[in-house]
């Protein structure tokens, strides 16, 4: 089993920034996949980023040139800067481990509220 501790919600306004961290530990993390998945009221779970261990990162498309993905594989550890925060960006941020053969984990979740 991975755990995954998250930290770095909270409320920002429109052009601002937050730095979302997720440590994880357990087994199985060298050929993990880890990102951050969001979710608005009303709205379905998205992804919003990846990166494999070797560094190869995903966006989707609402947040490219404004989020960067990052990872620090000593210490297991997934961030997502976010920069030129939108409103539409409030949700709760999930982070996500995916270890092949072994299935994904999940974060417990941390706000992120982009309001004036």
């Known amino acids: 089993q991975v755990q995954l501790v998250e930290s770095g919600g909270g409320l920002v306004q429109p052009g601002g920034s937050l730095r979302l961290s997720c440590a994880a530990s357990?087994?199985?993390?060298?050929?993990?996949?880890m990102g951050w998945y969001r979710q608005a009221p009303g709205k379905s779970r998205e992804l919003v980023a990846s990166?494999?261990?070797?560094?190869?990162?995903d966006y989707a498309d609402s947040v490219k040139g404004r989020f960067t993905i990052s990872r620090d594989n000593a210490q297991n550890t997934v961030y997502l800067q976010m920069d030129s925060l939108k409103p539409e960006d409030t949700a709760v941020y999930y982070c996500n481990v995916y270890r092949p053969g072994l299935g994904d984990s999940w974060g417990q979740g941390t706000q992120v509220t982009v309001s004036s």
């Open positions: 357990g087994l199985g993390l060298g050929l993990s996949v």
């Open positions: 990166i494999t261990s070797g560094g190869s990162s």
